[in-house]
């Protein structure tokens, strides 16, 4: 078996039901890193650029990835990624030859498939169920509910994560909504100071 350096993003044994910490996929999960160790962009780099995420945020993303992988190497039900850990996901799976050569069959001993929807009604449903599951899953094998900020609702990853889409700076702006209704809320402020002058006035 090949062996893989240690680089651990995140203190992620802790507080860890002892069956998981012990469990041979866990300990290879806990030594596994992604890509060469000699690149000077590495995966947590490209993750992070790609997503606009800060470094803590990537680091998280990439535990929460490594349990997801755990949960789809040992899980009793079929497990389905929340939205976050599916970048991830789909970023390895560009590492050809990594994920192909030595994730799946050394580190996760078989091999992990990625399976989109195939759309309709009787998709959605089987999986709000398998994200269900897995969040179920997620609470037995690690002692405790997912991070809800990385793991939210079945709605919000199944209905309203789908919705979003990749905007290049050059082609728009992103605003965070809270910035947007600060600015109303302040251009209202500024309107009703010019109506009340000019009334008083």
């Known amino acids: 078996m090949r062996q893989y350096a240690i680089a651990r993003t995140m203190p992620h044994s802790d507080r860890l039901p002892a069956s998981t910490i012990a469990h041979p996929v866990w300990r290879a999960l806990s030594g596994y890193t992604i890509g060469p160790a000699t690149t000077q962009f590495s995966f947590a780099a490209r993750l992070g650029r790609e997503n606009g995420w800060s470094l803590a945020h990537t680091q998280r993303v990439l535990e929460e990835y490594r349990r997801f992988c755990f949960l789809a190497a040992t899980a009793e039900c079929t497990v389905t990624p929340s939205d976050a850990v599916d970048q991830a996901w789909h970023l390895h799976l560009t590492y050809t030859r990594d994920y192909w050569q030595h994730f799946c069959p050394e580190v996760l001993d078989r091999e992990l498939h990625h399976g989109p ?4 009604t009787g998709e959605q449903h089987r999986f709000y169920a398998q ?71």
């Open 117 to 120: 929807t195939a759309g309709g």
């Open 131 to 201: 994200y269900a599951a897995t969040l179920r899953a997620y609470q037995a094998a690690f002692g405790h509910a997912p991070p809800a900020d990385l793991w939210p609702s079945a709605a919000r990853r199944l209905i309203e994560d789908p919705r979003a889409r990749r905007v290049h700076p050059r082609d728009g702006l992103v605003v965070p909504r809270g910035v947007v209704r600060l600015v109303l809320a302040c251009a209202g402020l500024a309107a009703l100071g010019y109506i009340l002058e000019t009334i008083v006035g």
